[in-house]
């Protein structure tokens, strides 16, 4: 291990290769890929068509600035995508990655308000939300840990209620949930506020937590009342994922913005979108903003490639299909363990939340650190789980992620649940 990386980890294998939904180390092990990296590895490893077309259009030209020159990579890039895109006429501001791509959509956001005129500066984002790490999307996050080390820099958003539905806040629960939270974001809101951001399926920090159906016309509606513009963070939940190209087609939400990344190059590139509407584009008298390497020649082009190979194997109604799969694959191999509380999730993106105590939905205290626990376990008998804390309470609760490659199979998705099986009763007996 070099003594000149920061690292971030201890004692961690070498990567050599992958294969589809299987990667192996520098000693020959095998490891069955769960959690896509960081839900990130929609195709899988290996997928040639990409590696060739990146190839490509570097060997043609690698990089030029996005103020000096278009590039026909970008310009085919965005008229594949934008059909697919559930925003009006939309406009598609390429970056390198989620956070970059979150900062863009609350700066366009802002410049949208400005130039009608009204000078609205605040964000409302939800509790229990992850957003990315940079300064503005930690500021809208509602994850606790990830925060606290940073908040004498943060402090100027506001945040609601999250649809969790396994711990859900509303008084009338299961009925009318959604016209609660809705309730609750009216309350917030006053002539300050300038967007609500939300992923439409809650992922890392809340563990693939799915609405009621009334959820999203109801915030919707609020948004478009109070003029306050939507944006929904598809970074996780996008291409593919949840079994649509994007989750919100799931409740036929439209939003102003949307940002992606993860699945847009599928981890072959460091890919990020902001999309906004025509509308909002049109609006903008100005948009002062930029990153060196936005509207990237080679990005648009992985981009490309990998909606591609998303289209030609079907692999969005594979989602859909993988989903169910490793639904049923998960309550039968970890569905009667006394530590687990919820199995839940839409399409390959699945969760599981760990308790003490499944009649009171008691979380484990963090001190036990019981999600990590799983997680090594889980490797080391060749499984790569992604985990997350915090859900709870901002402080306990443990939570086991899955977002494996699209491409991962029947006979996989049982051996991802029988190995998490077996790291859980390693680990609690």
């Known amino acids: 291990m070099s003594d000149h990386v920061f690292a971030r980890g201890r004692d961690l294998p070498v990567v050599a290769r992958g294969e589809g939904a299987v990667v192996f180390d520098t000693e020959g092990r095998r490891y069955l890929d769960g959690s896509g990296g960081a839900v ?91 957003h990315g790490n940079s300064r503005g999307a930690l500021d809208v996050s509602g994850r606790a840990g990830l925060r606290a080390p940073y908040l004498p820099w943060l402090g100027s958003a506001r945040r609601t209620t999250a649809p969790y539905e396994y711990r859900c806040p509303a008084p009338t629960h299961p009925h009318g949930c959604g016209r609660w939270h809705a309730a609750q974001l009216n309350r917030l809101i006053d002539d300050d506020v300038a967007a609500f951001i939300a992923e439409p399926v809650a992922g890392a920090a809340l563990g693939a937590c ?19 513009l939507l944006i929904a963070d598809e970074v996780m939940t996008g291409f593919g994922r949840t079994g649509a190209w994007f989750a919100s087609e799931h409740w036929d939400l439209r939003p102003d913005l949307l940002v992606a990344a993860k699945g847009a190059a599928a981890g072959y590139w460091p890919l990020g979108l902001a999309v906004c509407s025509g509308a909002v584009h049109d609006t903008l008298a100005g948009f002062t903003h930029g990153f060196t390497y936005s509207h990237h020649p080679v990005g648009a082009a992985a981009g490309s490639a990998v909606l591609k190979v998303l289209t030609e194997r079907n692999l969005v109604a594979r989602a859909a299909e993988g989903g169910a799969e490793l639904d049923a694959a998960l309550r039968h191999h970890l569905g009667d363990h006394p530590a687990v509380g919820d199995v839940r999730g839409l399409g390959l993106l699945r969760a599981v939340e760990l ?51 699209l491409v991962i199979d029947a006979g996989q998705l049982d051996e991802l649940a029988a190995r998490c099986a077996t790291a859980l009763h390693r680990v609690l007996g």
């Open 40 to 130: 990130v590895t929609s195709l899988g490893h290996g997928v040639t068509e990409v590696v060739a077309a990146i190839a490509r259009q570097a060997e043609a030209v690698a990089y030029v600035h996005a103020t000096a020159f278009r590039s026909e990579a970008l310009d085919a890039y965005a008229d594949e995508l934008a059909p697919l895109l559930p925003v009006d006429d939309p406009r598609i501001y390429p970056v390198s990655g989620g956070s970059e791509a979150v900062e863009t959509a609350l700066k366009m956001a802002r410049a949208y308000h400005l130039a009608r005129g009204e000078d609205r500066h605040v964000v409302i984002g939800r509790d229990g939300a992850y």
């Open 210 to 228: 799915v609405p009621d159906d009334g959820y999203w016309p109801a915030v919707a509606e609020v948004c478009r009342r109070r003029g306050v």
């Open 355 to 405: 308790v003490a105590d499944r009649e009171t939905r008691r979380p484990f205290d963090r001190a036990d650190r019981v999600a990590e626990r799983v997680v090594a376990a889980a490797k080391d008998d060749g499984l790569l789980l992604y985990h997350s804390t915090g859900c709870a309470d901002g402080r306990d609760g443990d939570l086991l992620l899955f977002g494996p490659p």
